[in-house]
């Protein structure tokens, strides 16, 4: 399959975890969606669209066609392998062949082996299904973030008061107020965030196939990691 460098920044969420080590792979799926989850974060991405897929100078059908898992080791190898090259986006798309990774330069075609992970992957699609789609209220409303700014104050918030938890209270003007309280000194820090307007680019969530597909048809009562 085709998926693209920044898709393997996914790893970023993986850790280590002594009773799930699932934890510590992104999964690759046959379709080209791009998972990654731990304890307290499920991401999905969704694959890349046809015209990019086949206008990509490799076949299809030479392509990996199975779901595959990485470790978060190897992830990171290639991230650090693989040039990014933002004048030349499309150079950055990987194709995965068996246990070989390929991927264009400005010298040619490079490609280096992967050591596929043997272990299995969490099923995300039922974490989903318990954490998220059946709790799910499309009544309340979205809102558009910009978040370069939110990261910044999130990270400064963090500086001051480690990792105490934080409320976050969103106004009708879409900006956030993030209250904390530092640990040691029990200092309140007030943080005003100012918010984006603009409209949702996913205003139809109950008819986006995308997450439809990402929904397990029958709900089975299970034990998940995020509990």
Avoid at 67 to 95: C, G, W, Y
Avoid at 165 to 186: C, G, H, M, Q, W
Wanted: glycine fraction near 2%; charged fraction near 30%; proline fraction near 4%.
């Amino acid at each position: 399959m085709v998926i693209t460098r920044d898709a393997l920044q996914l790893s970023k969420l993986c850790k280590q975890d002594k009773t799930y080590k699932e934890l510590d792979n992104i999964m690759i799926t046959d379709d080209g969606k791009v998972i990654a989850v731990n304890s307290k974060v499920t991401a999905v991405l969704s694959p890349l669209q046809n015209e990019l897929y086949n206008s990509y100078s490799v076949k299809n059908n030479d392509t990996t066609t199975e779901t595959v898992v990485l470790s978060n080791k190897e992830a990171t190898r290639l991230l650090r392998e693989i040039p990014e090259n933002k004048d030349f986006p499309n150079m950055e798309q990987v194709i995965i062949e068996s246990d070989t990774v390929k991927f264009p330069t400005k010298q040619g075609l490079s490609q280096t082996k992967i050591e596929l992970s043997a272990q299995s992957f969490v099923d995300f699609k039922e974490i989903l299904n318990q954490l998220y789609f059946k709790k799910r209220d499309t009544s309340k409303a979205q809102i558009v973030i910009d978040r370069k700014r939110l990261i910044s104050a999130l990270q400064m918030i963090d500086g001051v008061c480690g990792s105490n938890p934080s409320y976050i209270e969103i106004t009708e003007e879409n900006d956030f107020v993030i209250r904390t309280l530092a640990p040691k000194t029990n200092q309140e820090l007030f943080c005003f965030v100012m918010g984006v307007l603009g409209d949702s680019p996913f205003p139809d969530l109950e008819n986006n196939n995308f997450e439809k597909s990402l929904k397990k048809k029958k709900a089975v009562k299970r034990k998940i990691i995020n509990e």
